[in-house]
């Protein structure tokens, strides 16, 4: 198989046990955040956790561009699509994820592997299937507005679906190679 890169992954989503990058505040204010129930103190946390996701996602987006400009291929897991284009918000969200959004890099290409609700239960056991299957719904929306979406069958084994995502890279990148485009 052709492979001309190497790779780095770019956790994006927003729980902090998750990512190998991220800012040391990241744990104890996603902790906080969470069991934040009182208002004085709730409103507090939720600016404190804003501010920290803000210039983590600020953080993990220069070191995907640094990854990039070093001629890695940049896999960023969970990029949060939900966070940056929904459009039915109120003004405080909007204002919110206007922030997050300019300081967060564009992919050139998303992938998404999609699956119905209750397969994705029967895999991991997180959320139940009526869950995954409205986010599953909504994603699919929210991404028929997002320029390079590729929908991959995510219903294969996990062999399949890899080798499909890696001809569908190398195609793209050699497509974008040949043309002179650098991403």
Known sequence: MWWPWSARIVYMGQNPLSGSIGLPTSKILYKKYKRVTSKPWGYLVRILWFLNKSLENGLKSLMARFYKRRGRLVIMDRFPFTETISKSLRWRKK????????????????ILLDAPGDLLFERKGE?????????????????????????????????????????????????????????
């Open 95 to 110: 204002i919110s994820r206007s922030i997050v959004n300019a300081l967060q890099i564009r992919p050139d290409l998303t």
């Open 127 to 183: 959320h139940n299937p009526e869950v995954l299957e409205k986010q599953r719904r909504r994603l699919k929306v929210l991404l028929s507005d997002v320029p390079n979406v590729i929908v991959v069958d995510a219903r294969n084994d996990a062999e399949t679906v890899v080798i499909t995502v890696c001809d569908i890279l190398q195609r793209f990148y050699r497509r974008r190679y040949e043309s002179g485009t650098d991403g």
